[in-house]
């Protein structure tokens, strides 16, 4: 079968920040294929879809490569191995409703809210609930409140259709979260996140919560040499841009000087 190539925009450095100014040449059949072979879920690579899905509650338009709507979690990891074995990115999304365009992407879109939407246990004792991603706020905080009477902290205004991913994605709040600055763990909802299990691009399966004070100074370690080899970076700039610089400071125009017309 001919295979479909399409051009995916990407970053030359993706470790830094930048616009893409290059591009990886990715096989969307094959792509597809590899997607519906491997999970459960629904894979849609047909064009209604994807426009469906090109934006959401931002002004931002981005054609995505696909859709799948993963069924568990074994279905996200066999996803986001298939993505990886075609160098194709991934985006998960929720309820579509950020505004700066969080949720479109020339990427495989992982859309949660179809069937990963449960709430799996609420422990009242410990004032936890675990749900999956696609999980509306609403409809936790609606049953918490009405068996146990708990909430959830952070309420942005998308709260009846916005999910929990969503505002682990964006870190949300909302009007009244401030009040758990005083009666909770705080406004945010990252301060109410007790732990995630995460699946990387790269295939490593984790689940992350509260560091202890050793394992932040870890941390503190590894970003410590990621600064490092960014100001070396930084500094090979400047070896570079030096030579130049009289010559550039020559013809620019110095800060609020009137300039007229040659």
């Known amino acids: 079968m001919a ?10 450095r993706p470790e830094t920040r930048m616009r893409p100014v290059g591009a990886e040449t990715v096989d969307r059949r094959s792509l597809r294929r590899a997607l519906e072979s491997s999970i459960a879920g629904e894979v849609r690579f047909d064009a209604g879809t994807r426009a469906l899905y090109t934006t959401g509650g931002s002004n931002y338009r981005q054609v995505p490569i ?6 568990s979690a074994d279905d996200v990891v066999a996803a986001v191995a298939a ?25 495989v879109i992982l859309d949660f809210s179809k069937y990963m939407h449960s709430i799996v246990e609420i422990d009242p004792q ?4 675990r749900v999956q991603p696609g999980l509306i706020l609403d409809q936790l905080r609606k ?18 259709h916005c999910t929990l991913g969503g505002m682990i994605g964006n870190n949300s709040c909302g009007v009244h979260s401030v009040q758990t600055q005083h009666y909770g763990r705080g406004p945010t909802t990252a ?15 984790l689940t992350v919560g509260e560091t202890s004070e050793e394992a932040d100074v870890e941390i503190g370690e ?41």
């Open 3 to 12: 295979r479909e190539l399409i051009d995916v925009p990407a970053k030359t």
């Open 66 to 71: 696909g859709v799948v709507l993963p069924r």
């Open 83 to 107: 993505a990886r074995e075609h160098g194709a990115p991934i985006l998960s999304r929720g309820g579509g409703t950020s505004l700066a365009g969080q949720c479109c992407n020339v990427a």
């Open 126 to 129: 410990r004032k936890l609930a």
């Open 143 to 160: 049953t918490a409140e009405a068996e146990h009477g708990l909430t959830f902290g952070p309420d942005p205004s998308t709260h009846d």
């Open 191 to 205: 301060h109410n996140v007790h732990e995630l299990d995460v699946v990387l691009y790269d295939g490593t399966q």
């Open 222 to 262: 590894v970003r410590a040499l990621v600064v490092l080899a960014h100001e070396s970076d930084v500094r090979d700039v400047q070896k570079r841009r030096d030579p130049h610089a009289c010559a550039v400071d020559d013809e620019l125009p110095q800060a609020g000087q009137r300039q007229r017309p040659r």
